[in-house]
């Protein structure tokens, strides 16, 4: 058993050995190919500088050709200047004194002199023209050596880059030196045992994934499988499929007129919708509906004698032309030579629904602490793992150790020993600059006051969007100034639209808006305010006996909610108060806005209250 014991233990270390040697030799053969790899990037490198080298002489050359051609232009002389002086003088003779006068010139006409001037300007500029052209042409052949150049270095790198996969593909086992592990854990190569220096190993993530793969027993070496060599194939070649299968589409021809058809059915289109808003405008502004005019058209009976079944409805006595539905059949047996009966339809005006039908509904769940912490560590730990892969891509450089003073000789090691005080100092400084670089971004981040009051007042009109909500309050009495003062301020801030109807007996609250605005101004009138709390200042004390001497002492005051639900749309245009001397007075206002029942509901209810009571 213990040989047996031996001999396992045995082949556990040849095996671990052979493992060693494999990735030595694949460590090596991944350095050998980032260095060749380093060494293109770096001859690509010097390729792209020596082009924009000559790529700046050829500038500098034709800038060079431009100037010399706009100051030649320059110099030539004015022919006008040179007609009014007459001719140049002849030279003179070589040998001559510079004493010696040259012959008095002789005269000829003007339109010779210009001509001739004329003739030796054409010339010069026909000698620059063609230096010019020559400049270009010159231009023209480096920029074909330039990409002549780049199309030759393209391939040689790709040729270069097709040598390398060959090379790892068809890489022998047998090519590279074989390596041994020695009994003092020494790595060697076989023969001439000369010693393997390893580097320290990059650092990498993979670490969880290697911690799986060990085994507390025996380690078993696994052979890498061979990868199957995939064929090229052409993505644009389709396969299984003929020239002879292939048929051409057919050519759809439209009818003449086809076109001006859809047109007109467009344009129709738009006219009715344009009527339809128009009549819903209309209808809106003078508040009668055709179901209005449907009902007001029924006759009415003066007693109870008169009810009785009628021979025909009033709806079908203006389409069938008969005293009773006995003639039906009779009266309908050439329907299309009735009058009232035409080949158009009528459609109804259709609306929107009040709330937003792409909107899902979501039942709100209500977790533990427990699984909202699940559910932050597994958030956070997808982010870290996607920065990871970022990292590993080379997408994003890796971040720089953070160094603080618990973690200082963990981190740097032997240069925190060689200068400590220094060292200590350095980290100090960049913990500071970690801290106001987070004060500042904070700082970034926040809104300005003015941000801040647009974001709540957009939040607000947002809710508004798909629904309107109603609220509709009772109270017994609100002569106090300043609670008077707080419903008004806050139904304006919370962009509420309303009135508050303030009466002797009671006062009636109504307010319009979303249902963010309307759950606060809720808590204000039934939690916040305290409706019998008396009056802090003495002067607010001798105002209300002053106002309540002719008056009768009254009960207990308080705010109750009398309505609220969904509305269509807004009644009101903006909230104010409103004293009311007479109850007709306050109904008749609210009737102004079409919402006088809301007073008639709680006038009812405060009316049974006080029975009761």
């Not at 926040?446 to 957009?458: G, N």
């Not at 919402?595 to 509901?601: A, E, F, I, N, P």
Request: charged residues 40%; contains cysteine; hydrophobic residues 35%.
């Amino acid at each position: 058993a213990s040989s047996g014991h031996h001999h396992s233990h045995k082949r556990a270390h040849e095996d671990s050995h052979d493992d060693r040697h494999k990735r030595s030799r694949d460590d090596e053969r991944d350095r050998d190919r980032d260095r060749d790899r380093d060494r293109e990037r770096d001859h690509h490198d010097r390729d792209r500088e020596r082009d924009r080298d000559h790529d700046r002489d050829r500038e500098w050359s034709a800038d060079r050709a431009r100037r010399e051609a706009e100051e030649r232009r320059n110099s030539l002389p004015d022919p006008r200047d040179l007609a009014k002086s007459g001719p140049p003088p002849p030279p003179s003779a070589p040998g001559s004194r510079s004493s010696v006068r040259a012959p008095a010139p002789v005269p000829v006409s003007s339109n010779l002199n210009i001509a001739a001037l004329q003739a030796s300007v054409q010339a010069r500029l026909d000698a620059i023209k063609q230096k010019n052209a020559a400049a270009a042409a010159a231009a023209a052949s480096a920029q074909r050596e330039k990409e002549k150049r780049e199309m030759e270095r393209s391939q040689s790198y790709q040729a270069r880059r097709e040598r390398e996969r060959d090379r790892d593909r068809d890489d022998p086992k047998g090519a590279r030196p074989e390596f041994i592990l020695t009994e003092e854990g020494r790595i060697v190569m076989k023969g001439s045992g000369e010693e393997l220096k390893l580097s320290a190993p990059p650092a990498e993530f993979k670490v969880n994934l290697k911690s799986k793969e060990k085994k507390a027993d025996v380690i078993k070496l696994v052979q890498p499988k061979k990868k199957e060599e995939k064929k090229a194939e052409n993505p644009y070649i389709v396969h299984g499929r003929s020239e002879a299968d292939r048929s051409a589409k057919p050519l759809v021809f439209r009818e003449a007129g086809h076109f001006q058809d859809l047109g007109e059915r467009q344009r129709a289109k738009l006219r009715l919708e344009a009527l339809q808003q128009e009549i819903a405008a209309v209808s809106k502004r003078t508040g009668i509906s055709s179901a209005t005019k449907l009902a007001l058209a029924v006759p009415r009976l003066e007693s109870d004698s008169d009810v009785r079944v009628p021979d025909i409805e009033w709806w079908d006595k203006e389409i069938i032309p008969a005293d009773s539905y006995d003639a039906v059949k009779e009266a309908l047996a050439n329907v299309e030579a009735l009058p009232t009966v035409t080949h158009l339809v009528q459609h109804p005006i259709t609306f929107e629904p009040p709330v937003d039908p792409n909107r899902s509904v979501v039942l709100p769940i209500m977790l533990t602490t427990k699984e909202r912490k699940k559910l932050r560590r597994q958030r956070r730990q997808a982010e870290q793992k996607e920065k990871q892969e970022k990292i590993r891509l080379g997408l994003i450089d890796p971040p720089a150790p953070k160094v603080k003073i618990q973690n200082l000789m963990r981190v740097l090691g032997m240069e925190a020993v060689q200068d400590p005080t220094k060292v200590e100092a350095v980290v100090k400084a960049q913990m500071a600059m970690r801290q106001d670089k987070h004060e500042s971004d904070n700082l970034a981040r926040k809104l300005t006051k003015a941000q801040r009051i647009q974001k709540r007042i957009s939040k607000i009109k947002k809710d508004t969007k798909f629904e309107v909500l109603a609220c509709v309050f009772r109270i017994n009495d609100l002569s106090e100034r300043i609670k008077r003062i707080k419903v008004d301020i806050n139904a304006r801030q919370l962009m509420l639209t309303g009135v508050g109807l303030v009466h002797r007996d009671i006062t009636v609250v109504v307010v319009e808006g979303g249902p963010r605005g309307l759950k606060a101004y809720k808590q204000l009138m039934l939690r916040r305010i305290k409706w019998n709390a008396e009056a802090d200042s003495d002067d607010e004390k001798e105002e209300e006996g002053e106002a309540g001497a002719d008056e009768k002492p009254k009960g207990e005051n308080q705010c109750v909610l009398v309505w609220e639900g969904a509305i269509p749309a807004r009644a009101f245009e903006k909230f104010e108060m409103k004293n009311c001397a007479t109850e007709v007075a306050a109904r008749d206002y609210l009737q102004q806005h079409n919402v006088g029942h809301y007073w008639d509901l709680a006038l009812s209810q405060h009316i049974i209250e006080n029975s009761e009571d």
